[in-house]
């Protein structure tokens, strides 16, 4: 016997199926709406860059570069595990600062990081990215936390902001050359993976999940006592402004965030609904990426959030919104002389922007008017050979279940008009 074996996606990249995707649509509208509202523009850029952008942008001593990106060595590309490196590459190329000196773009689309694919994180995931370029001003800072914060509010989703400083040139490299002095004391009582990083990234033990790496670091000393006085009283500003904009959060040290191009200000939007992955979006300053990239010395603030991360939240709420597509009409023709004139009044109810769903199949009026049912209609326009002979159909309210007789008058356009009329008018 000849069989064929099912061919299935690969292990951490997922269909969003029908059933999902008025979610997806429902997150991207109101990101969009909200973004626009603070006066960012899109930019959408290529999936694969040259894999030196990633690396010199995030940071060959990080988990993405070091072990998450898909990348063709031989030709040198990869595909892209984030946005930020992607957009810093496009504003500097096409010289954005040039035509406006505050750049404020945001993207939507699919990342890439070999990752090990858990509820909530996936290979191809997607981000909603918002940055802002060449503001320094702490309000700045604020303003794109209040975005984010105004995003997650409107999507019903309850978050806690927590907020640290990584500090800059000037002050980090002191800071952690004690926090090395530090982590070489407990050195022995360390997760392996951070015995490792104590001498290639320190700052990311502090951010280790582990209990007794996390325990180990309470006594560490802490970048928020390092800052310099100008970190520190950007810092205290952002804080300031985000008081008054009534946005609680949370100071946590520990946070330092995965890639490396961080200056000063970071946050995450945590939640405790997602088990291990807390963070649905996360973002901070990067003062001296686009220089690093070969840029102009423009600082930037941005963020992401995780779309696969913000649908599965809202699954988890009780009161979802309901979402799901439905049909303003169902046409049920119910024998061979019918279907010819509904197949184009069909036609014309489309044209009209009327959304409309017609069967060929010539089944039982029973049968289609389950169908109707499932395709949601709020109207099912009922045409036998009978009715067609005297140009008279059965309009139908699905909710109510009332029934109106329409007249198939005139061409099909004519009788198009005047049954979006009549959807319209019921409507309201
Ligand atoms: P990130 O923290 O690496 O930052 O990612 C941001 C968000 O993307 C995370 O909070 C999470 O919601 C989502 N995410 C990351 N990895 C995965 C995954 N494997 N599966 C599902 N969701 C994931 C960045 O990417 C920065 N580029 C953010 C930024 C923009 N900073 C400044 N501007």
């Not at 984030?82 to 000196?101: C, D, K, N, Y």
């Not at 946005?247 to 088990?275: H, K, Q, S, W």
């Not at 008279?392 to 005047?418: C, D, K, V, W, Y």
Request: hydrophobic share 40%.
């Amino acid at each position: 016997m000849e069989f064929f074996l099912k061919i299935q996606a690969i292990n951490g990249f997922k269909d969003i199926l029908p059933d999902s995707v008025g979610r997806w649509q429902l997150i991207e509208q109101r990101a969009r709406a909200i973004f626009e509202r603070f006066g960012l523009q899109e930019i959408r850029m290529p999936i694969l860059e040259r894999t030196e952008l990633f690396v010199r942008s995030i940071g060959s001593a990080t988990d993405v570069v070091e072990k998450e990106m898909y990348t063709f060595a031989d030709k040198g590309i990869t595909m892209r595990p984030e946005a930020t490196a992607s957009i810093m590459r496009a504003f500097i190329e096409h010289g954005l600062h040039v035509q406006q000196p505050v750049q404020r773009l945001y993207t939507i689309g699919p990342m890439f990081r070999h990752e090990r694919p858990q509820k909530g994180r996936l290979r191809q995931f997607h981000q909603l990215d918002a940055e802002i370029i060449g503001a320094v001003e702490p309000r700045v800072d604020a303003e794109l936390i209040a975005m984010g914060q105004m995003l997650l509010d409107e999507l019903g989703l309850t978050v806690s902001l927590e907020l640290n400083s990584l500090g800059c040139p000037q002050c980090r490299p002191p800071f952690k050359a004690a926090l090395v002095a530090y982590l070489e004391q407990v050195i022995t009582g360390l997760c392996e993976d951070c015995k490792r990083r104590t001498h290639t990234n320190p700052l990311r033990v502090l951010d280790c999940k582990k209990p007794t790496c996390r325990a180990l670091v309470q006594e560490a000393p802490s970048i928020l006592a390092a800052l310099c006085p100008e970190c520190d009283h950007h810092f205290r500003e952002v804080q300031g402004a985000l008081e008054a904009l009534q946005i609680p959060f949370r100071l946590n040290r520990f946070m330092v965030r995965g890639l490396d191009y961080y200056t000063r200000t970071t946050f995450e939007f945590l939640t405790a609904d997602l088990g291990a992955q807390a963070a649905v979006g996360a973002g901070g300053r990067y003062d001296g990426l686009i220089e690093t990239l070969g840029g102009p010395a423009l600082s930037g603030i941005g963020f992401a959030m995780g779309l696969e991360r913000i649908a599965l939240l809202m699954e988890q709420q009780q009161d979802q919104p309901r979402i799901g597509a439905s049909m303003d009409i169902f046409l049920a023709a119910l024998g061979s002389e019918a279907l010819a004139p509904c197949s184009l009044l069909a036609h014309s109810l489309r044209k009209d922007g009327v959304k409309t769903a017609i069967d060929y199949s010539g089944r039982s009026l029973k049968a289609q008017l389950k169908q109707a049912g499932r395709v949601n209609a709020r109207f099912t326009l009922i045409v036998g050979d009978e009715e067609w002979t005297q140009r008279q159909g059965i309009l139908r309210n699905m909710r109510t279940q009332e029934q109106q007789p329409f007249a198939l008058a005139g061409t099909p356009a004519e009788q198009s008009h005047q049954l979006r009329y009549l959807l319209e008018t019921a409507a309201s």
